[in-house]
């Protein structure tokens, strides 16, 4: 069985450093587990702050996508280190392709990937790799511990989903969704739209919590939350 893990480049590399200690326990965890996996990249602060230099410099959103895209891969090749280094089965290259990831998930125990076309983001990434390669779970992995009513940041009320549908995920998404960067929901609208349709059980928990990760991984109970 498939899981796809996305890592937000904010877990990768979480004050502009490449978080090397995370990178180690997820390999071990991966190693430990007898599921195989595809694993998308983010981008994170690298991947803002080359966009918006390129855009400084008079680049189109085009081409500031196109060059996050590149940061997205440098973290996913980072990973794929840490993934060689610990004896893991890995497919040697960052795949860039979705169908052409689909022969290395069958013989490898894990694939990774960085960002793919301009104008969409990693989330997005992540659930058309798990729909391409049959994976029946998706693990969130990012700086926010679990979905909430509202930004627990700026409304002290705000109360945390343990579960919920697809469709109450889409219309909290839909709420945040200006297509706008810094406006960002947890997980992007159109890849909450792409996990309802393919009823992919998607599970949100921290970076920091690597018990969370793993049993999240394993499909058991956590404390952040699982949409299905
Ligand atoms: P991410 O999806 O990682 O965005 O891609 P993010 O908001 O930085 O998310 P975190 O912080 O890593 O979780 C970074 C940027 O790369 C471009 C977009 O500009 C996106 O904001 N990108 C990524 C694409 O254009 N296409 C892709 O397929 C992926």
Redesign the pocket.
Same mark, same amino acid.
């Given at each position: 069985m498939h899981v796809v893990l996305s890592i937000? $480049? &904010?877990?990768?590399i979480p004050d502009g450093l490449p978080d090397l200690a995370f990178l180690r326990s997820l390999a071990n965890l991966i190693k430990k587990s007898k599921l195989s996996f595809g694993i998308l990249? $983010? $981008?994170? @602060?690298v991947?803002?702050l080359y966009?918006n230099a390129a855009r400084e410099l008079g680049a189109g959103e085009y081409e500031?996508? &196109?060059i996050? /895209?590149r940061?997205?891969r440098q973290n996913a090749a980072l990973l794929l280190a840490a993934l060689k280094s610990a004896g893991i089965d890995v497919h040697g290259r960052v795949i860039d392709d979705f169908e052409f990831a689909k022969e290395p998930a069958r013989v490898n125990k894990v694939v990774v990937m $960085? +960002?793919?076309?301009? +104008? /969409?983001? @990693?989330? @997005?990434?992540s659930v058309l790799l798990a729909e391409a390669i049959g994976a029946e779970r998706l693990v969130n992995v &990012?700086?926010v511990d679990a979905i909430y009513t509202a930004d627990p940041k700026k409304n002290p009320n705000a109360k945390k989903y343990v579960k919920m549908g697809y469709e109450e995920l889409i219309a909290l998404a839909s709420q945040s969704d200006k297509r706008m960067?810094g406006t960002?929901f947890v997980f992007?609208l159109l890849a909450c739209k792409l996990i309802a349709r393919s009823k992919i059980e998607t599970h949100f928990v921290s970076f920091k919590r690597m018990d969370d990760l793993e049993a999240a991984i394993e499909g058991k109970k956590h404390s952040g939350t699982v949409v299905c």
């Open positions: 937000g $480049g &904010s877990s990768i990249c $983010g $981008g994170g @602060t991947a803002r966009a500031a996508d &196109s996050a /895209i940061s997205t $960085g +960002g793919t076309i301009p +104008g /969409i983001t @990693t989330d @997005t990434d &990012s700086n960067a960002n992007d």
